[in-house]
Nanobody, 118 residues
């Protein structure tokens, strides 16, 4: 059974930092593309950062230079370090795992709320 469990969300002031974690189980971690998405109220879910199985990384333009995605293949965990947070970063953040070979194997975590407010 595949599980993606996010943690690390919360309330932070503008300019602050948070680190999100996504612990994966039930997948061959090295074979999966890992990504972070977010969904703000009334908006569509959007890609924030992705780390492909070959190591290539993509970021949304809105977070470049502020967010960093990384993965620990021993702990089977992917992280999203978020610095210089802005109110517009407020959203539910979701972890995603997609098999690099069989794209229909696509899994989501339950989401973690990030609120940036003074």
């Amino acid at each position: 059974q595949v599980q993606l469990v996010e943690s690390g969300g919360g309330l932070v002031q503008p300019g602050g930092s948070l680190r999100l974690s996504c612990a994966a189980s039930g997948i061959i971690f090295s074979r999966f593309h890992m990504g972070w998405y977010r969904q703000a109220p009334g908006k569509q879910r959007e890609l924030v950062a992705a780390m492909f199985s070959n190591g290539i990384i993509n970021y949304a333009d809105s977070v470049k230079g502020r967010f960093t995605i990384s993965r620990d293949n021993v702990k089977i965990t992917v992280y999203l370090q978020m610095n210089s947070l802005k109110p517009e970063d407020t959203a539910v953040y979701y972890c995603n795992a997609r098999d690099a070979v069989s794209a229909q194997l696509n899994y989501w975590g339950q989401g973690t709320q990030v609120t940036v407010s003074s």
